[in-house]
């Protein structure tokens, strides 16, 4: 063991994607021996071709390829079902139950299936995800593409529903960051792109430990990263169990399917 | 995993091995993003706990940019040894020359900081209009062989024609068609300050430009010491490789002692 640290990474993907670094795999295998390497316990695993390909497909590729086991806990990509591309809230419910699934990603990215949160069209999905208390990871592409006017109402409409939220990076966003945290308990952020110095401290003396998630967006960043910048961070050993996985861990335990 | 790596992860920091970040700020509040370490001495402190054995601090962001250098000048005055100076310089504030003269010899900086930022859409005139001054600037740093940090605006000419003058492109670790467009000027050289660092872009700057010509940096106090190290450290590179990287590039650039 090189850390005390029981690492969960909540942000992380495999499978084929368009621009890999050479010699990079991108397989379970790839994603478990970087795990292994670097001490890190457990990963939720999504596949990019929920991100470049297709929601649905994606899913089915990663039932194929990753399926539940003590370290890994897929993904699933989320979208809506009004065009009949992807199934509808209550049936994708019965398969998240049937495959043992636990944690949901929206890509909202301009070439993904949703390029914005488009609140209309998510109302029946967020019911029965908060009904069944299903984390939804809300990937950005952009930093400056959502703000509190985009993410109040879901999280003040559908409290039973963990939002974790995914950056590219945190510029302003802290300042709404900041005002939907003294007023809401079920938004999370996940840690890849906060990297500025001293933050895990700063938020965790204002808000505790129970905010920030250990993600680490492997394929695209290293995990080292984002573990270091955790193991060296100025808080106390329960805040970094916490942050490290044990709240993400709360989290998968908390979902009733 | 390298020995370093292991070590990092231990939280043993890293003990033999000279880490010297190039890409500091003056510790300060800014626009942009919320920072919570607005005191340099502060982050100085942070930095040590993180392994750093010395920070290249530079005053770019404060907009006074005479006053900025004075305020490095007092920081590397209270911090010999630990903070190493770089002169911020705007051609529509100062006679560059001169103000790299005194933050030289009367404040003990060692390179320049040039940013683009400094020139905005307000701007009375555009950075490259001030020919004869950028001329004499790089003469000055020529004779001194006085590394230029720069974000933006330096050119491939100004770098094929001033071969004595050591560039590092900020955060041009990530820019892999411009490192192969300059790889074959040996004074071009290229830092890992960025935010969006994929993995293994350490491996491919070195792969470019050889491990000589990559320098640890992080934009403190804007981003993390330890994630930084991250960059660097979970890469292919032996460990020689590494310790150039993360320090003796920096120190050879700016005549410091290496161990």
Redesign the interface.
């Known amino acids: 063991m090189?850390?005390p640290l029981r690492f969960l990474d909540v942000n992380c993907c495999i499978g084929p994607y368009y621009d890999p670094?050479?010699g990079?795999d991108w397989s379970l295998a790839g994603l478990v021996a970087k795990m292994d390497?670097?001490?890190i316990a457990e990963a939720c695993p999504a596949a990019t071709l929920g991100r470049d390909y297709d929601p649905w497909q994606a899913n089915e590729w990663l039932l194929a390829n990753a399926p539940p086991s003590a370290r890994i806990h897929p993904a699933w990509t989320v979208a809506t079902h009004h065009t009949g591309e992807f199934p509808p809230p209550q049936e994708l419910v019965a398969a998240m139950r049937r495959e043992g699934v636990r944690l949901l990603r929206l890509f909202l990215f301009s070439t993904a299936f949703h390029d914005r949160l488009d609140l209309p069209l998510f109302g029946e999905l967020f019911d029965a995800l908060a009904e069944h208390r299903v984390p939804l990871l809300v990937d950005s592409s952009d930093p400056l593409q959502l703000h509190a006017a985009d993410l109040e109402p879901v999280i003040e409409g559908w409290p039973d529903m963990p939002l974790i939220l995914s950056l590219?990076?945190?510029?302003?966003n802290?300042?709404w960051l900041?005002y939907l945290w003294e007023r809401y308990g079920n938004l999370y952020l996940d840690l890849p792109?906060y990297?500025?110095?001293?933050?895990i401290?700063?938020i965790v003396r204002r808000f505790g430990g129970g905010r920030l998630l250990y993600g680490s967006r492997?394929?695209?960043?290293?995990?080292?990263?984002?573990?270091?910048?955790l193991?060296?961070?100025?808080v106390d050993d329960t805040v970094k169990r916490d942050i490290a996985g044990d709240t993400a861990r709360r989290l998968l335990r908390e979902v009733r399917l | 995993m390298s020995l370093l790596a292991k070590a990092m992860l231990a939280g043993k920091g890293l003990p033999d091995v000279l880490v010297i970040d190039f890409h500091v700020h003056l510790a300060s509040k800014w626009n942009t993003m919320n920072v919570p370490v607005c005191d340099s001495d502060e982050m100085l402190r942070l930095a040590k706990g993180a392994g750093v054995d010395a920070l290249v601090v530079n005053g770019c962001i404060w907009p006074d940019l005479h006053q900025a250098n004075d305020m490095v000048g007092a920081l590397l005055a209270r911090n010999r040894g630990k903070v190493v100076g770089l002169a911020a310089l705007n051609p529509h504030q100062m006679d560059m020359t001169a103000e790299a003269h005194r933050c030289f010899d009367e404040l003990g900086m060692r390179g320049v900081k040039l940013h683009i930022m400094h020139q905005t859409y307000h701007s009375p005139r555009p950075f490259s209009s001030y020919g004869r001054e950028w001329e004499r600037l790089f003469a000055y740093l020529s004779e001194r062989r006085a590394p230029v940090l720069y974000h933006g605006f330096v050119t491939e000419e100004m770098i094929s024609a001033w071969p004595d003058v050591p560039f590092v492109c900020a955060h041009g670790v990530g820019d892999v068609s411009g490192m192969e467009r300059l790889a074959r000027y040996p004074n071009f050289h290229v830092d890992t300050a960025a935010t969006q660092n994929v993995a293994g872009c350490v491996d491919v700057a070195v792969g470019l430009l050889d491990p000589e010509r990559v320098l640890w940096g992080t934009d403190a106090p804007l981003d993390d010491f330890a994630q930084r190290l991250g960059v660097v450290l979970d890469s292919h590179l032996e460990e020689p490789a590494l310790r150039q990287v993360l320090g003796r590039n920096a120190a050879r650039l700016l005549g410091l002692p290496a161990r």
């Open positions: 090189t850390h670094p050479e990079h390497e670097l001490g590219p990076k945190v510029v302003q802290e300042r900041y792109g990297q500025v110095l001293g933050g401290a700063a492997y394929p695209f960043f290293t995990p080292l990263q984002t573990m270091l910048q193991i060296y961070s100025e």
